[in-house]
T-cell receptor, first 111, second 118 residues
Framework: RKEVEQDPGPFNVPEGATVAFNCTYS??????FFWYRQDCRKEPKLLMSVYSSGNEDGRFTAQLNRASQYISLLIRDSKLSDSATYLCVVTPTSGTYKYIFGTGTRLKVLA | NAGVTQTPKFRVLKTGQSMTLLCAQD?????MYWYRQDPGMGLRLIHY???????AKGEVPDGYNVSRLKKQNFLLGLESAAPSQTSVYFC?????????????????FGPGTRLTVL
């Protein structure tokens, strides 16, 4: 089993739709969680950290479910500019350099 | 601030040639990293550094060497390039690896180098 697993997609959604992605992780001791966004042929950029209580940043909401070992990303009112690949990142222990990346979920927002 | 920069952006090598990729950051970060990204695989850590003069192996270090002689620079070397090293290489840096809520361990990435080995 991979340490971090994501559905590769693509998720094709119309503008204005709500879309959600999940990411599962295998190490129950994992400490920190992030969502990064990667545009085609560009570098990954931090979208948001994921906190235990869940957090929201504008149209984006991230949740952590430790019992089931997954994190989620919800995007409301999708924009064309949201089209990208969303990478799930997990750190296995607190205070570690080590990022474990998922392979990404590709989102296409259609006009 | 330029953030994290990488040179070159593109490179084509023949098998057996050598080259050095340069990463520079102007954020006074302690930690720096080299990753490779291949289709269908997540980013994989090649080598990393926790401070000037230090380096350590990551997940896939074979065939690569690194040096961090200055805090702001992290060099990745390929001694004898092989077709299996065809990839996109990303450098990243972070202030530290504390895991604190202020997210000072956030990694910031450079624009990448696309390397093809024929």
């Amino acid at each position: 089993r991979k340490e971090v697993e994501q559905d590769p997609g693509p998720f094709n959604v119309p503008e204005g739709a709500t879309v959600a992605f999940n990411c599962t992780y295998s190490n129950s001791a994992s400490q920190s969680f992030f969502w990064y966004r990667q545009d085609c042929r560009k570098e990954p950029k931090l979208l948001m950290s994921v906190y235990s209580s869940g957090n929201e940043d504008g149209r984006f909401t991230a949740q952590l479910n430790r019992a089931s070992q997954y994190i989620s990303l919800l995007i409301r009112d999708s924009k064309l500019s949201d089209s990208a690949t969303y990478l799930c990142v997990v750190t296995p222990t607190s205070g570690t350099y080590k990022y474990i990346f998922g392979t990404g979920t590709r989102l296409k927002v259609l006009a | 601030n330029a953030g994290v920069t990488q040179t070159p952006k593109f490179r084509v090598l023949k098998t057996g040639q050598s080259m050095t990729l340069l990463c520079a950051q102007d954020m006074n970060h302690e930690y720096m990293y080299w990753y490779r990204q291949d289709p269908g695989m997540g980013l994989r850590l090649i080598h990393y550094s926790v401070g000037e003069g230090t380096t350590a192996k990551g997940e896939v270090p074979d065939g690569y060497n690194v040096s961090r002689l200055k805090k702001q620079n992290f060099l990745l070397g390929l001694e004898s390039a092989a077709p299996s090293q065809t990839s996109v290489y990303f450098c990243a840096s972070s202030l530290d690896s504390s895991g604190r809520p202020d997210r000072s361990d956030t990694q910031y990435f450079g624009p990448g180098t696309r390397l093809t080995v024929l």
